[in-house]
């Protein structure tokens, strides 16, 4: 790919797709949370109805699972309404998430501007690149990324050159679509 190559684009950020990363980040880091505490719960009841010297009168292991089982259900419920609880608050205190910003992202880097702010990130500073089925996330730490939505790209061919950007400056540490 020659030196010239630029992908360029202005959007304006929606809060669902904000919320949307948001939900995948979330997922990809604490999915096995969830997965113990389903696991776990139903684990215990099984122990302490069958492993403990004293039977209690009339509570089945079915009973104790019909129990605890909405009760982990309205965690998991309960993790992902506070999820867009936050989200929806930060979305809407933060100017810079909201305002219409123009990337360029070269062979030097992602160059970003709006009204608020600006900044250049070279390839160097991306801990990871990760391509979702509806945006691009630019990874700058384990926890904090910038989010490329696909729909500000005008062609299928904007978002190959960008896989092709990508691929070519970030190296191992990049999980893309069609690559």
């Given at each position: 790919?020659?030196?010239?190559?630029?992908?360029?684009?202005?959007?304006?950020?929606?809060?669902?797709?904000?919320?949307?990363?948001?939900?995948?980040?979330?997922?990809?880091?604490?999915?096995?949370?969830?997965?113990?505490?389903?696991?776990?719960?139903p684990?215990?009841?099984?122990?302490?109805?069958?492993?403990?010297?004293?039977?209690?009168?009339?509570?089945?292991?079915?009973?104790?699972?019909?129990a605890?089982?909405?009760?982990?259900?309205?965690?998991g419920?309960?993790?992902?309404?506070?999820?867009?609880?936050?989200?929806k608050?930060?979305?809407?205190?933060?100017g810079?998430?909201?305002?219409?910003?123009?990337?360029?992202i070269?062979?030097?880097?992602?160059?970003?501007?709006?009204?608020?702010?600006?900044?250049?990130?070279?390839?160097?500073?991306?801990?990871?690149?990760i391509?979702?089925?509806?945006?691009?996330?630019f990874?700058?730490?384990?926890?904090?990324?910038?989010?490329?939505?696909?729909?500000?790209?005008?062609?299928?061919?904007?978002?190959?050159?960008?896989?092709?950007?990508?691929?070519?400056?970030?190296?191992?540490?990049?999980?893309?679509?069609?690559?």
């Amino acid at each position: 790919m020659e030196n010239s190559a630029r992908v360029e684009a202005e959007y304006q950020l929606q809060f669902s797709e904000f919320y949307r990363a948001l939900r995948w980040y979330a997922w990809r880091k604490y999915w096995w949370h969830y997965c113990i505490l389903c696991g776990s719960v139903p684990a215990g009841a099984f122990a302490t109805h069958h492993f403990t010297k004293t039977e209690l009168p009339g509570i089945s292991f079915a009973l104790i699972l019909v129990a605890v089982i909405p009760i982990v259900l309205l965690l998991g419920v309960y993790m992902y309404w506070e999820l867009y609880r936050k989200a929806k608050r930060q979305f809407r205190t933060s100017g810079t998430l909201s305002e219409v910003r123009r990337t360029v992202i070269s062979h030097e880097g992602l160059e970003s501007s709006s009204a608020r702010s600006s900044g250049k990130l070279a390839w160097a500073v991306f801990y990871e690149v990760i391509e979702t089925p509806e945006s691009f996330l630019f990874f700058t730490s384990n926890t904090v990324f910038i989010l490329l939505p696909k729909r500000i790209f005008s062609s299928e061919e904007q978002i190959h050159s960008l896989r092709a950007l990508v691929a070519q400056n970030v190296g191992s540490k990049v999980r893309l679509r069609g690559m």
